[in-house]
């Protein structure tokens, strides 16, 4: 089972900029989508690579955040949210369940400058693992996406320069290693421990260019399917957003 992720930071932009073109050829059988910032009704004339199945969760307000799920595997079930109406209306997360497990796009709340939003920022993390925790209760879970943290200073190429700030705070990074504490494994770094692997760059001064990035968007892992990780990467070559694909694996 191969499933992708992508911010693909707007997705009617993402569309002129080889979006179908990357998913036609990852041959993934699940594709989550983050700030899509876009309605079904919107892209209603876009013709998918053959095979896929398109589920969406738009948030309320129009034109901002929103997920979409890409399917060539056939789910049991797709549910949008993560049983929390105050974060739910902004269409942050869905899920689709299989057979041997479930998977969960997620786009996490950016704390905003100054940490404005750090509050709705924290609630949100404890809302996604209690909700990743009980669906865990039936099978193992993979939740990934755009979690907008760094979690430890070799996940940005700047740490000392970025210590307390939106992706970087010690509230964030905190949340993140919850999710560790509960069991969920980062499963990029089952397979590399090395510095200098990113996933999002500021458009700012040939960020990307330079690699001056941070590793922010992530695939988790239940600790039960830590067995079946056959490999866990990130595609930074691939443009067409500030955030590069991430994908992983099962056997």
Not at 140 to 145: I, Q, R
Not at 151 to 178: C, M, Q, T, W, Y
Not at 203 to 228: E, F, H, K, Q
Request: proline share 5%.
């Amino acid at each position: 089972m191969k499933i992708l992720s992508w911010n693909v930071n707007g997705v009617r932009a993402a569309l002129g900029k080889g979006l179908l073109e990357w998913m036609g050829a990852s041959r993934a059988d699940v594709i989550c989508l983050q700030e899509v910032k876009a309605t079904a009704g919107d892209i209603q004339h876009v013709v998918w690579p053959k095979g896929y199945t398109v589920a969406w969760n738009a948030a309320q307000k129009k034109g901002y955040s929103g997920t979409a799920l890409l399917l060539k595997r056939r789910p049991l079930a797709v549910t949008s949210g993560i049983g929390s109406p105050v974060h739910d209306a902004e269409g942050r997360a869905m899920t689709a369940e299989f057979d041997d497990c479930f998977v969960v796009g997620v786009y996490v709340p950016n704390a905003q400058p100054e940490l404005a939003r750090i509050d709705f920022r924290q609630a949100w993390d404890r809302a996604l693992l209690a909700y990743a925790k009980k669906l865990e209760q039936r099978k193992p879970v993979l939740f990934c996406g755009d979690l907008n943290v760094a979690h430890e200073e070799i996940d940005l190429a700047r740490p000392k320069e970025n210590v307390g700030s939106p992706g970087f705070s010690d509230e964030e990074r905190a949340g993140f290693r919850a999710f560790l504490e509960a069991g969920f494994v980062d499963t990029f770094r089952e397979f590399e421990k090395g510095a200098g692997h990113y996933s999002w760059w500021t458009y700012r001064a040939g960020a990307r260019a330079r690699n001056i990035g941070w590793r922010i968007d992530y695939v988790m892992a239940s600790r039960a399917l830590r067995p079946r990780l056959k490999r866990a990467w990130i595609e930074p070559d691939v443009p067409g957003s500030d955030h590069c694909p991430v994908g992983v694996e099962l056997r």
